[in-house]
C-alpha cells in the first residue's frame, strides 16, 4: 500500500462515538476499567516501567486490525449491524466506504489462586511394604561413617498402601514456603536437629528422590514442594495414629530399639568382662570389670589388664554421660603411661585411639549396623529363648545386591540387656563382647573409686591435642 492510499484509508476508518469514548477513557487512565459486561472482566494493573512497550504492542495491534480491515473490505460483502450489539471478540462491519471496529476489553487478574494440594498424587507412587525410614536428632552422619550418637533412626515397612492414602487425604492439607518448613522441622538450627520425620519410599519417575517426608508435626516435603496440616489438632487426634496404623516396624528396627532401650533401662550394673578383637591391622585381648550406675549420675568405669597393639596394658576408662568418655593406659612393662584420651562416639579426629571396650558404643555400634544396613539384611533373625537364663539370642547377616555374605552377627540380650555380641565380616575381622558374672538391680551397690573425682584426675592429664582441657580452661 503506497503513502497516499495509506492515508486515504485511515481517513474512511470510523469509530462509533460510544466506542471512541470508552477507547479514550481508557487510554488516559492506570486504574480500574469499566465497561460492558463488566462481570466477564477482571482487572490488570500493569507495571509502570512497561508503559513504553505497552503503547509500542498498542500501536502494532491497531496496524493488525487496520490490516484485518483491509482484507475484509475487499472480501466480505456490506454488512449493516448495529455497533451497540457488540458484545464479544472482535467484530469488524464494513460498507463500500466505512468500517466500523468494536472489541471487548479483556483484563486478567495475574494473582495465583491458592487450591488446595492434591495428597493423592503427591503420594501416588506408595505401594504395599514400601520402605519407611524415620529419623530424629542430629541429620546425616559424620565422616566416620556412624550415625551421630544422640540421633535414632527406625525401620518401617507400609503395611497398605492405599489406606494409608486415603486416610492422609481425609485430612486438610495447605501449602507452605520452604523457610516455614525448614523452621518447623528444625529443633536446633545450629546443631541441625530435627522433629521425626519419615521418609516413604515412592515408585515416581517424577520425583528426584523417589520418596516423600512427612514429620511428626505436620509437614509434608515433596521435592520440590512443602505442605502443612491446615488444623494442629489434626496432628494428634489423626496423623499420629495413621502413622501407627499404617507403619510397621521391621525386625532390625525392633532389636536396634531393645538394645537402646536395654542400656539404659537398669540402675546399676556389675560385671566381669571378655573383649577381643582380631583383624589384619589390629590384635586385641583386654579383660577387667565393667560397673555402671544410672541412678541419677549415669557413670559408668571399667578397667582392663591385657594385650593392646602389641604391649602388656593396664587400662582405665570412665564415662561421664554416655557420650562423654575419657580413659588412660599403661605400659606394664616400663610402668610408663602408654595413652590416654578423652573422645567421643563421632569424634572426627581421627588420630584418636577409641577402644572398643566402651559399653555404650557396642550397643550403639550394633544399632547403626542394623539401621545403615537394613536394606542389605537377610531375613534370617533367629529369637532363641533360653528359659535357664531367660536370654534372647539372634542372628543375622549383611549381603551385597547379589547376594554374598559381608557380615555374620550373634546377640544375647538379658531382659533387654546387651550381654554377650560378636561379629564377624568378609575380611576375617572378628570381634567378641561378653560379659561374664553380671548383676543387675542390687539393692546396694558403690563403685571401687570415686568415679567423677577420676574422671576429672584423667581428663586434667590430658592435652588439647590428646582430646583435654587446653591450659585455658577451667
Known amino acids: 500500500m503506497k503513502l497516499n492510499e495509506y492515508s486515504d484509508f485511515m ?27 463488566e462481570e466477564k472482566i477482571s482487572v490488570v494493573k500493569p507495571s509502570r ?25 475487499n472480501h466480505l ?14 467484530t469488524v462491519e464494513t460498507t463500500a466506504e466505512t468500517v466500523f471496529i468494536t472489541e471487548q476489553i479483556t483484563e486478567s487478574d495475574d494473582s495465583e489462586t491458592e487450591t488446595d494440594p492434591d495428597i493423592r498424587e503427591v503420594f501416588s507412587g506408595a505401594f504395599d511394604g514400601a520402605y519407611v525410614l524415620s529419623s530424629e536428632g542430629k541429620g546425616g552422619a559424620p565422616m566416620v561413617g556412624t550415625f551421630y550418637y544422640d540421633s535414632i533412626h527406625r525401620s518401617y515397612t507400609v503395611s497398605d498402601a492405599e489406606g494409608l492414602v ?65 488444623d494442629e489438632n489434626e496432628i494428634q487426634n489423626d496423623l ?43 590384635d586385641c585381648s583386654l579383660s577387667g570389670k565393667l560397673s555402671i550406675d544410672h541412678d541419677g549420675r549415669d557413670l559408668m568405669y571399667m578397667t582392663g589388664e591385657g594385650i593392646f597393639d602389641e604391649k602388656d596394658v593396664s587400662m582405665e576408662m570412665v564415662v561421664n554421660g554416655e557420650n562423654d568418655t575419657v580413659y588412660r593406659m599403661i605400659d606394664n612393662e616400663t610402668g610408663e603411661p602408654y595413652l590416654k584420651f578423652a573422645y567421643g562416639y563421632n569424634s572426627a579426629n581421627l588420630n584418636l585411639t577409641r577402644l572398643g571396650t566402651q559399653y555404650y558404643y557396642i550397643c550403639r555400634d550394633i544399632e547403626n549396623s ?74 546396694e551397690f558403690e563403685f ?8 576429672d584426675e584423667i581428663l586434667d592429664q590430658l592435652t588439647e591435642y590428646e582430646g583435654g582441657r587446653s591450659d585455658d580452661e577451667p
Open 11 to 37: 481517513q474512511k476508518i470510523k469509530c462509533n462515538d460510544e466506542f471512541r469514548e470508552r477507547m479514550k477513557k481508557m487510554l488516559s487512565s492506570e486504574s480500574d476499567i469499566t465497561c460492558e459486561n
Open 49 to 73: 516501567k512497561n508503559v513504553w512497550i505497552r503503547i509500542a504492542a498498542a500501536a502494532a495491534s491497531f496496524l493488525i486490525v487496520c490490516t484485518a480491515a483491509v482484507s475484509l473490505k
Open 77 to 90: 460483502p456490506s454488512v449493516g449491524t448495529d455497533p451497540d450489539n457488540f458484545s464479544t471478540g472482535t
Open 166 to 230: 486415603n486416610d492422609l487425604s481425609s485430612l486438610k492439607w495447605e501449602k507452605c514456603s520452604s523457610d516455614e518448613y525448614d523452621a518447623a522441622v528444625c529443633t536446633n538450627k545450629d546443631k541441625g536437629e530435627f522433629v521425626r520425620h519419615y521418609e516413604i519410599d515412592i515408585n515416581s519417575s517424577e520425583s528426584v528422590w523417589n520418596s516423600v517426608s512427612i514429620s511428626e508435626n505436620g509437614y509434608i516435603y515433596d521435592y520440590p514442594y512443602y505442605y502443612r496440616l491446615a
Open 240 to 282: 499420629h495414629m495413621i502413622f501407627e496404623k499404617y507403619f510397621v516396624q521391621t525386625e532390625e528396627s525392633k532389636l536396634a530399639e531393645k538394645i537402646s532401650e536395654g542400656k539404659m533401662s537398669f540402675s546399676n550394673l556389675d560385671a566381669h568382662y571378655t573383649y577381643e578383637l582380631k583383624s589384619s591391622y589390629a
Open 370 to 443: 542394623l539401621m545403615m544396613n537394613v536394606h542389605s539384611k537377610v531375613n534370617n533373625f533367629l529369637h532363641i529363648q533360653l528359659p535357664a537364663d531367660e536370654l534372647c539370642e539372634y542372628y543375622w547377616s549383611c549381603t551385597t545386591e547379589n547376594g554374598k555374605v559381608t557380615e555374620n552377627y550373634h546377640v544375647a540380650l538379658k531382659d533387654g540387656v546387651l550381654v554377650s555380641y560378636e561379629k564377624t565380616d568378609s575380611s576375617g575381622c572378628h570381634v567378641r563382647f561378653n560379659l561374664e558374672k553380671y548383676t543387675i538391680d542390687l539393692d
Open 448 to 455: 571401687e573409686k570415686d568415679v567423677p573425682a577420676l574422671y
